[in-house]
Nanobody, 114 residues
Framework: QVQLVESGGGLAQAGGSLRLSCAAS????????MGWYRRAPGKQRELIAS???????NYADSVKGRFTISKDNTKNTMYLQMNSLKPEDTAVYYC????????WGQGTQVTVSS
């Protein structure tokens, strides 16, 4: 198991931006497809963005055009740049493998006010 630590969440106003980071305890970004997930209040956790070992990305329709996933294999870190935030983006954000084959980290809370 690899430890995943998410950070960078916080409070933002609608239309604002936040950048999340996911630090891994091992070199997994060059081996596995990785993703950002989120769980909004009262909803199930969902995959919103993913990146392959080669750097190809995919996004859920709800965040396409606003969020950008990236990674730095040398730093064992993955990022999620979130722009044009909406109140419906309020959730706990997690990173993990795609599909999920690893324990979840603690996540980072993102709250967007209108």
């Amino acid at each position: 198991q690899v430890q995943l630590v998410e950070s960078g969440g916080g409070l933002a106003q609608a239309g604002g931006s936040l950048r999340l980071s996911c630090a891994a305890s091992g070199s997994i970004f060059s081996i596995y497809r990785m993703g950002w997930y989120r769980r909004a209040p009262g909803k199930q956790r969902e995959l919103i963005a993913s990146i392959t070992t080669g750097g190809s990305t995919n996004y859920a329709d709800s965040v396409k055009g606003r969020f950008t996933i990236s990674k730095d294999n040398t730093k064992n870190t993955m990022y999620l740049q979130m722009n044009s935030l909406k109140p419906e983006d309020t959730a706990v954000y997690y990173c993990n493998l795609v599909p999920v084959l690893n324990a979840w980290g603690q996540g980072t809370q993102v709250t967007v006010s209108s």
